[in-house]
């Protein structure tokens, strides 16, 4: 349930901010109510792009972020998950893990 509550505020505060804004790892962790360390595995995961460097930071434009969110949702809902019913006459493809699933996107 907590989940659930995590993606509507980070989508309020993406929204509330213009697209030519910076936001920080900080800043993301804080919306995801993760630590930076979960941000940064996020990140290698293909969870989320890499954060662009700027001065000796680390930032994402928050349009940029908007749209790689954005893109990984289509994708994953374009993709049946696992346990999926699929269609009898359509061969099987070798099950996927939810994992994997976000590495493709």
Request: glycine share 4%; with cysteine; net charge positive.
């Amino acid at each position: 349930m907590a989940e659930q509550q995590d993606q509507p505020e980070l989508w309020n505060g993406l929204s509330g901010l213009p697209d030519t804004c910076l936001v920080s790892p900080q800043w993301l962790a804080r919306q995801l109510h993760r630590g930076e360390d979960a941000i940064r595995r996020a990140v290698a995961r293909g969870e989320l792009p890499p954060p662009l460097p700027l001065c000796s930071k680390r930032y994402w434009p928050v349009a940029y972020l908007r749209e790689f969110l954005v893109r990984r949702a289509r994708a994953l809902e374009a993709s049946p998950l696992p346990g999926e019913a699929t269609d009898a006459d359509t061969p099987r493809a070798p099950a996927r893990t939810y994992s994997s699933a976000l590495r493709k996107a």
